[in-house]
């Protein structure tokens, strides 16, 4: 969880559902796509609208026919400006065997924090 003061920009919380640390100002959960606030489909649909992806890697690896098993790893690290590493997490490990494939997708989806305050606004005006 952040350290920042609730309603500032990069404000963290733990999802009810997944215990993951989220943004406080999320509709949505991105691990467990779970709704968290009244109004969260409105609230998402905004944020989705002003939402840019900024960074999306995809790619695919194949086991060859013959060989041996192998283990794989997913981590995922987040370092600042200076280098310096801010987080890293292990998504997810596994094992592929002959012929086998899989397919990983990281994408790093950005909104403004102005934008997602002016979006509760929106959203909390009695109609």
């Known amino acids: 969880m952040s350290n920042l003061r609730p309603g500032q920009t990069g404000a963290t919380r733990q999802c009810p559902h997944c215990r993951e640390t989220i943004l406080e100002s999320a509709a949505v959960c991105p691990a467990c796509k779970h709704h968290l606030r009244y109004g969260a489909v409105g609230d998402s649909e905004v944020a989705q609208q002003l939402a840019i992806v900024p960074l999306r890697i995809e790619g695919t ?20 400006d200076r280098g310096e590493e801010i987080a890293r997490r292990l998504v997810g490990v596994g094992t592929l065997s002959p012929n086998e494939q899989r397919s990983f997708t ?22």
């Open 61 to 80: 690896i194949r086991h060859p026919p013959d060989g041996e098993p192998w283990e794989y790893t997913v981590v995922v690290t987040i370092n600042n």
């Open 106 to 127: 990281l994408s790093v989806e950005a909104v403004s924090g102005k934008s997602k305050r002016q979006g509760d606004a929106r959203l909390r005006q009695p109609g």
